[in-house]
């Protein structure tokens, strides 16, 4: 009796002092801005060129605040991240030996000229942690984490000649689509349940005879936090 009573006191000062806190959902929305490799990737600037780098960008996850000492805290981050697909159009030789980058033009006679059109995207996780400051209502935020992701990137080159005087081909290109991981980090500013996020994804691929064009990409992303 004694020993039942004890434990339902312990019972009682353990609820009375607990609080038990939900993780919360939280979604954001944007835009993603590719970077590319530079001049001799997928493109010359030499020549005529289209590439299309900025694209809708989502996310979904979860998130919670497990350390609070006053004005500071810090978050966890874990979600499904999409950059968005972007497409690039360049009219390029196709011999690497044939273009100088210092002048934007060919290496005497301009070999065949080919066409390269491409397109791909970066889709993945992110984990991430954030330390926060609070400010008058408002929640100033440092994050930074691990990225895995799979990079997708598809190019057609059209009319290919395998020699200066032969009939041109169309050629086919991917980069393989393995799992790869990147560091990413970024800002944020936010009030209640929303924020307004800028990140950065250190997202080139490696290892890959096809490189993507990109070697990061940034998102500026509102968010919702519930």
């Known amino acids: ?77 874990v979600g499904g991240v999409y950059l968005g697909n972007v497409h690039s159009d360049a009219w390029a030789t196709p011999l690497d030996s044939n273009y100088s980058a210092q ?22 996780a992110k984990l991430t942690l954030e330390p926060t400051y609070t400010f008058n209502g408002w929640r100033f935020g440092v994050e930074a984490g691990a990225y895995v992701y799979r990079p997708t990137w598809h190019a057609t080159i059209y009319d290919v000649p395998p020699c200066k005087a032969c009939q041109g081909q169309t050629l086919t290109a991917s980069s393989p689509s393995t799992i790869q991981f990147a560091p990413v980090v970024g800002v944020s500013i936010g009030r209640n349940g929303f924020s307004l996020a800028l990140m950065h994804y250190f997202n080139k691929t490696r290892n890959d005879p096809q490189f993507a064009i990109w070697k990061s990409t940034s998102t500026l992303m509102l968010k919702y936090r519930f």
Not at 47 to 66: C, Q, S
Not at 103 to 114: A, D, F, L, N, R
Request: proline share 1%; aromatic share 10%; with cysteine.
């Open 1 to 77: 009796m004694k020993k039942g009573l004890i434990l339902a006191v312990l019972a009682s000062l353990i609820a009375s002092t607990t609080t038990v806190q939900a993780v919360d959902f939280e979604i954001g929305a944007g835009v993603a801005q590719y970077t590319t490799r530079g001049d001799g990737t997928w493109y010359q600037d030499g020549f005529a060129h289209k590439l299309e780098l900025r694209a809708p960008a989502v996310e979904i996850g979860l998130t919670d605040t497990f350390v609070t000492r006053g004005r500071w805290g810090l978050d966890w981050h």
């Open 103 to 124: 002048t934007k033009s060919c290496v005497g006679e301009c070999y065949h000229m080919s066409r390269y059109v491409a397109n791909g995207h970066s889709i993945g």
